[in-house]
């Protein structure tokens, strides 16, 4: 293996859409079972659907590997070797706050994935403070060398908010929301993070008896992948000045 990549696999694997969410390259969609899971009134004790924000920034991984706490991008290299500074800044972020990371990531395999919102990719926005720059979504423990498990979001909860960590804005908890009503819940929602764009779109998550089942999305159709990341490729449009982060 690559040095520099330390897992060999993806840290998180593509999110299906909605059928009238809008699909960038590669996306997919989810087949209807699922979707109807999501958004109608299926009554079913057992399933929660947990929606979120859908944030828009890099994906990337922060892993225990037994030897050090090392930040990694989405494809499972280290953020310290990559040629973009947006990852080798958030190597830089995470190294100095090393000891929360081995509080929240205490055993080897142990790994947590999130949105480094430094840097403005589709939607921009006015971050005030150097901690909310990371913001974590899920949390892994691993099984053994060919399995993890994905904690469900109450115990999610439990082992980032101790620590500080800001997750995505939440707009419901219970039985299937359709997205126009979580449209409207979010025509009141006060950024904690000021938005100067629209908000991407929404994140739905499934969980029954209380173990993660599925992860679907929906991502708005004016949205524009990458507007700012790819029209300014050799001028970066920072969400908070790098050189303040620390």
């Known amino acids: 293996m690559n040095k520099y990549k330390v897992l060999p696999y993806k840290t998180y694997n593509r999110i299906g859409h909605f059928s009238k969410s809008r699909l960038g390259d590669g996306d997919h969609y989810i087949d209807q079972k699922t979707e109807d899971i999501c958004l109608k009134q299926i009554v079913d004790p057992l399933t929660l659907i947990i929606v979120q924000e859908k944030l828009d920034g890099s994906n990337v991984c922060v892993v225990n590997t037994g030897d050090e706490i090392v930040a990694l991008s989405r494809s ?89 960590f800001r997750t995505p804005h939440l707009f419901h908890v219970g039985g299937a929301c359709s997205i126009n009503r979580t449209e409207k819940m979010a025509k009141y929602y006060d950024f904690p993070i000021i938005n100067q764009d629209s908000i991407e779109g929404f994140i739905y998550r499934i969980e029954v008896n209380g173990e993660f089942k599925n992860i679907v999305k929906y991502v708005r159709p004016n949205k524009i992948d990458g507007k700012y990341f790819i029209d300014f490729p050799d001028q970066p449009i920072w969400n908070f000045n790098p050189n303040s982060m620390i």
């Not at 430094?118 to 909310?132: P, R």
Request: aromatic share 16%; with cysteine; net charge negative.
């Open 76 to 164: 499972g290299y280290r953020c310290d070797t990559s040629n973009l500074e947006q990852h080798r800044a958030f190597a830089q972020w995470v190294r100095f706050r090393e000891e929360r990371f081995t509080k929240l990531l205490p055993f080897e395999g142990n790994r947590v994935v999130g949105e480094w919102l430094l840097q403005a990719h589709g939607t921009k926005y006015n971050i005030c403070d150097s901690e909310d720059l990371f913001v974590p979504f899920d949390w892994f423990m691993r099984i053994d060398d060919n399995q993890e498990l994905r904690v469900n979001y109450h115990l999610f909860l439990n082992k980032v908010l101790p620590l500080g």
